[in-house]
């Protein structure tokens, strides 16, 4: 089984528990505004690439994944469920641990065939890290040109499923900084019965030079990155969602 790859990083230190080794896949139907991957998004484009030689490659720094794994990431690793799937049956024949970084935008719970790829898929993953880019429905639109549904119905099915799950938020001045938007997400994921952790990121402008080079617009050219010191304070209202409702669910 082959999949269509943008990239693959060696040793990365931010895409779940350990050092990773991180295969970026090529096609996302997200459009975000902030995206800082933009040359992910083409369906067709990538190298195609066997999971075997994913394997291999991993193997070859095998010693400096002690307590790490493969990540898989984007682009959406779920428009390439069956790839996964035997990417994963390989890495969990060799005991790797085993992360998925989604935006949850192709989960499809109408496709019966899909969801049963996905069933299988959750069996072989370890880990989850699920971005939301906005709890409002037409905000989230208006920021990825997708709605939100799905990503949200997503969330509840890995609850459901038992699958440990990481919760990335991003932080964009005057966009994704509400606080009452900021409690409702924490209000939401609070009821994840697998939440793990929750990763809350500043906005940065680091993407805008891949922008010029593909001649794409970037709709953010007059934000400001986000103030480090600043997300401490907007992470702290999402974990008064989640306690409040985790509080209303034990009553």
């Not at 030689?53 to 010693?63: A, F």
């Not at 500043?202 to 805008?208: A, L, Q, R």
Request: charged share 25%; aromatic share 8%.
């Amino acid at each position: 089984m082959s999949g269509r790859i943008h990239s693959l990083e060696s040793f990365g230190t931010v895409d779940g528990p350990g050092v990773r080794f991180v295969v970026f896949v090529q096609g996302c139907p997200m459009r975000c505004a902030y995206c800082h991957n933009p040359d992910t998004w083409e369906m067709n484009a990538g190298t195609i690439m066997e999971a075997s030689e994913i394997i291999e490659q991993y193997e070859r720094n095998i010693s400096f994944y002690k307590g790490g794994g493969i990540t898989v990431t984007g682009g959406e690793p779920l428009m390439q469920v069956d790839f996964l799937i035997e990417l994963f049956t390989l890495a969990k024949d060799k005991n790797i641990h085993t992360c998925i970084d989604s935006s949850g935008i192709a989960f499809n719970p109408n496709n019966s065939d899909w969801m049963e790829k996905l069933d299988k898929l959750m069996t072989l993953t370890d880990l989850v890290m699920l971005d939301i880019k906005h709890i409002d429905p037409e905000k989230h639109r208006k920021l990825t040109a997708q709605p939100n549904d799905k990503i949200l119905a997503f969330a509840q099915y890995l609850s459901d499923k038992g699958v440990s799950t990481w919760i990335r938020h991003v932080v964009v001045p005057g966009i994704t900084d509400d606080d009452d938007a900021l409690y409702k997400l924490g209000y939401f994921i609070g009821g994840l019965k697998t939440l793990k952790a929750l990763d809350v990121l500043p906005y940065h402008t680091m993407g805008k030079v891949k922008y010029e080079k593909l001649g794409i617009p970037y709709k953010l050219e007059s934000v400001e990155p986000m103030d480090k010191d600043k997300v401490v304070a907007k992470k702290q209202t999402i974990l008064e969602g989640i306690k409040a409702r985790r509080a209303d669910d034990q009553e």
